[in-house]
C-alpha cells in the first residue's frame, strides 16, 4: 500500500525558497502521477503543481507561475516542490497526493494516497 510523507515546511520569510519533499515511506512512486496541493485557513484545497509518471508534462497554477519547479527521483521515492519568492499568500498546509495515470492534473479529487501534510508560513 502506497503511503506517502510530506517534510520540508517550516516558518520563512516573504522573498525566501523552501524545497518541500514527498516521499513513499512504503510502496513506489514509479506508478504515478504526483501532485502537489495546498490548503490555507478557509479555503478549499487547491492545486500547486502535478508531474507526469516520467518527469515530463508538469503543470503549475497561476499563483506560482515562475516561482516553481517539481521534480521526481523515483529512485529515491521522491518528489520535490521547490517554490521561490515566496509570498504571504503561499502559506498553507502542503500535501501530496497520488494518481495511478501517465499524467498529473491540478485537481484534487483526481489523486489519492494524500499524507499528513506539512505547514508553510510566510511571514515577516
Known amino acids: 500500500q502506497l503511503q506517502l510523507v510530506e517534510s520540508g515546511g517550516g516558518l520563512v520569510q516573504p522573498g525566501g525558497s523552501l524545497r518541500l519533499s514527498c516521499t513513499a515511506s512504503?510502496?513506489?512512486?514509479?506508478?504515478?502521477?504526483i501532485g502537489w496541493f495546498r490548503q490555507a485557513p478557509g479555503k478549499e484545497r487547491e492545486g500547486v503543481a502535478s508531474i507526469s509518471r516520467t518527469g515530463h508534462t508538469p503543470l503549475y497554477a497561476d499563483s506560482v507561475w515562475g516561482r516553481a519547479t517539481i521534480s521526481r527521483d523515483n529512485a529515491n521515492r521522491t518528489v520535490s516542490l521547490q517554490i521561490t519568492g515566496l509570498k504571504p499568500d503561499d502559506t498553507g498546509t502542503y500535501y501530496c497526493g497520488a494518481r495511478q495515470a501517465l499524467i498529473g492534473t491540478m485537481e484534487a479529487r483526481d489523486f489519492g494516497s494524500w499524507g499528513q501534510g506539512t505547514q508553510v508560513t510566510v511571514s515577516s
Open positions: 512504503s510502496g513506489t512512486l514509479d506508478d504515478y502521477a
